[in-house]
Structures are given as structure tokens and as C-alpha cells.
């Protein structure tokens, strides 16, 4: 199983990025495809999810900035960032989760950098 984040890089405050996590390995359809982010001295936290069909919920310190999206012919879900605010720097993993019986498959990607600086 692997989860390839990339799209990261350096941005002024109020620019925009646009996240992009391939996955393999994984029945991708079936997975919720979520984002988390882990700021300095903080912990991870759920940024962003979307199911299998297209159901999608956010944090409340970034709905109606953060988009989450999904290909599942690409095996690939996206996370589209608009109106950046310097408290937005973090690492942004990519994270699949399927429910099974009796639990979860989860998995992890590597994460891509996001600093939001002037």
C-alpha cells in the first residue's frame, strides 16, 4: 500500500495550493480519503474527508476554504486550498480508511510541507 502526497511548497498569505494524493495498493473506491495536518508543537488533526461516493466533511477552521475532492479513476483525491492563512503551515498527510468488521483499515501517506509566509 502506498500514498503518495505531493503539492506542497511555499505560499504568501491568501494564495491558494492545491494538494494531490495518489494512492495503490488499496480498493481506492471503498476507502475514506482523508487529509490531516500536524502543526509544529501540535498534534494531527482531521482537515478534510470524503467517502467512496462523494460525501465530504471538513473542520470548522477551514470550511469555506478547503475543498476536498476525488478521482477514482485516477485512484488519486485531492485537497484544494484557498485563502491561505500563516496558521495554515503544517505537514499534510493523506490518509485511507475502510471500514471492515470489527474495525478499520487505515493507512498512511508521507507528508508534502505547506508554509504560508510573506
Known amino acids: 500500500v502506498q500514498l503518495q502526497a505531493s503539492g506542497g511548497g511555499l505560499v504568501q498569505p491568501g494564495g491558494s495550493l492545491t494538494l494531490s494524493c495518489a494512492a495503490s495498493g488499496i480498493r481506492f473506491s471503498m476507502n475514506v480519503m482523508e487529509w490531516y495536518r500536524q502543526a509544529p508543537g501540535k498534534q494531527r488533526e482531521l482537515v478534510a474527508g470524503i467517502t467512496g461516493g462523494g460525501n465530504t466533511n471538513y473542520a470548522d477552521s477551514v470550511k469555506g476554504r478547503f475543498t476536498i475532492s476525488r478521482d477514482n479513476a485516477k485512484n488519486t483525491f485531492y485537497l484544494q486550498i484557498n485563502s491561505l492563512k500563516p496558521e495554515d503551515t503544517a505537514v499534510y498527510y493523506c490518509?485511507?480508511?475502510?471500514?471492515?468488521?470489527?474495525?478499520?483499515?487505515?493507512?498512511w501517506g508521507q507528508g508534502t510541507q505547506v508554509t504560508v509566509s510573506s
Open positions: 490518509h485511507a480508511r475502510r471500514p471492515v468488521a470489527g474495525g478499520s483499515l487505515t493507512y
